[in-house]
Every structure is written in C-alpha cells, then in structure tokens.
C-alpha cells in the first residue's frame, strides 16, 4: 500500500468494538494500527467460568494478532496510549513513539467497579 494515498486508521483497544472495527476494515483500502495495552482478547462474559474451573483461560483469551491474521493491512502494537493530539491527528504512546492518523476509533472498553466489596 501507498502510505501517501492511503488513509491511516488507528484502533485503540483490542475489546469488542476495536476488533469489529478492525474486522470491518480488513479488506478497505486503509492502513490499520491497532493499539492495545495487552496482547490479548479476553471474552469477559465467560470469566465466571475460568474462576469456577469449568474453562481454560485459553478458552476465553486469544492473541489480538491471531485474530487479525486475515487483516494483511493490519499491524498490532502492544502499547499504552499516553495522549492523543486531536488536532494535529496524532497518537503519543508511552513508549515514546507517535502515531499520525487520518481516522481514530477509540474501542477503550470500561473498568469494572465491585463499588468497595471484594
């Protein structure tokens, strides 16, 4: 791909929505970055059942990259942001590095809250 003419579309979050993205874009003419602070899927709504010993965690966590294998224009950092520069279209990373975009998607998912109980 040209990365002068091609549209540069940066994904932060490897969750649900990062990866549908991803997955819609894979046969788009783009150039995909997708950003993620670990290096893993996990499938939450069956955690009860890694705790309770009824699944393997490899059950339910799978490597980003794997899923991606079809996306040729995609690559995968393990990385976190740092900030992100809206108007000079840029992705700082902790890492240092920095990121020019044309599109940015932000599939960052939430924290979960036990609200103080254990």
Known sequence: ????????VVVIG??????????????KPVYLTVIDRTNHHTFQPLLYQVAM???S??????????ILTKNKNAKVLMVEVASIDLRNQTVSL????????DYLILGTGGKTSYFGHN
């Open 94 to 101: 902790k890492d240092g590095e920095s990121i020019k975009y």
């Open 53 to 55: 010993a009824g699944l």
């Open 1 to 8: 791909m040209d990365m002068d003419n091609t549209p540069r």
């Open 14 to 27: 490897g969750g649900f929505g990062g990866l549908s993205a991803a997955k819609v874009l894979r046969k």
């Open 57 to 66: 965690t490899s059950d339910i966590a799978w490597p980003i990259r794997s």
